[in-house]
């Protein structure tokens, strides 16, 4: 999509949190990638939710969807409000449990087409990048490793305005992504390894994925 489409697209997203009822608490929003570089046009556009797990909604609730949707764990591990709203959003993982990250992607992405992907996880972007690059290291499984240039807008209610001009302006400062992970610890030779893994992992995706996280 073209810069401006991808930072339109955000803004949607930013709104649809803000005023709609979510199936977790979401606390923080980012982009990261392509659209946080100032990309023109975005291949991809990479966005990161940040949300809370859900300890307690109204897990009395929970067997009358096993009933009628056939998805356990609704007023456990996602609000009953919410699936009432939008039963249509619900989606479970193989076990027939209700999966978070995928009820957030089928509200925030309904178009299966658009090329979108959503990284949701419990901790923030930041704690994130640094948990999932020890992983890559200690594995040398490269392609799991989360892009660390990224721009937060939205944190608990509060929309960051100054980010969004700087997104729309393409006015953030970032370094090449092997030059990224060389400043978290990895050394040259591995850091460009890393990077080519992430690149060539990402040119594989199609169409709008999500990847959920608990850290």
């Known amino acids: 999509m073209d810069r401006a489409a991808a930072v339109a697209r955000v803004e949607d997203i930013v709104e649809t949190v803000e005023s709609e009822t979510m199936p977790v608490p979401v ?6 990638g392509d659209v946080a570089l100032g990309l023109d046009p975005v291949e991809r556009l990479d966005v ?8 307690k909604d109204a897990p009395e609730r929970s067997d009358e969807f ?3 949707h056939g998805v356990d764990g609704v007023g456990k591990t996602v609000r009953a409000e919410w699936a009432d709203e939008h039963p249509d959003y619900l989606r479970a993982n193989a076990n027939g449990h209700a999966a978070p990250e995928k009820c957030l992607a089928a509200h925030l992405l309904p178009d299966s087409d658009e090329p979108i992907h959503l990284e949701v996880c419990n901790a923030s972007f930041d704690d994130n990048v640094t948990q999932r690059l020890k992983g890559a290291m200690a594995s040398e499984d490269y392609e799991q490793i989360l892009d660390p240039r990224g721009a937060c807008l939205w944190v608990e209610g509060q929309r960051s ?8 302006d393409g006015d953030f400062v970032l370094p090449t992504l ?25 040119n594989r995706q199609e169409g709008a994925t999500v990847r959920g996280d608990v850290v």
């Open 48 to 55: 990161y939710v940040t949300k809370d797990i859900l300890f």
């Open 66 to 68: 096993k009933r009628s």
């Open 178 to 202: 092997s030059g990224a992970l060389e400043m978290l610890g990895m050394d040259a030779g591995e850091a460009d390894e890393a990077a080519d893994a992430v690149r060539a992992y990402r």
């Open 161 to 168: 305005e100054e980010a969004f001009g700087k997104l729309r």
């Open 27 to 32: 606390r923080e929003v980012w982009v990261y």
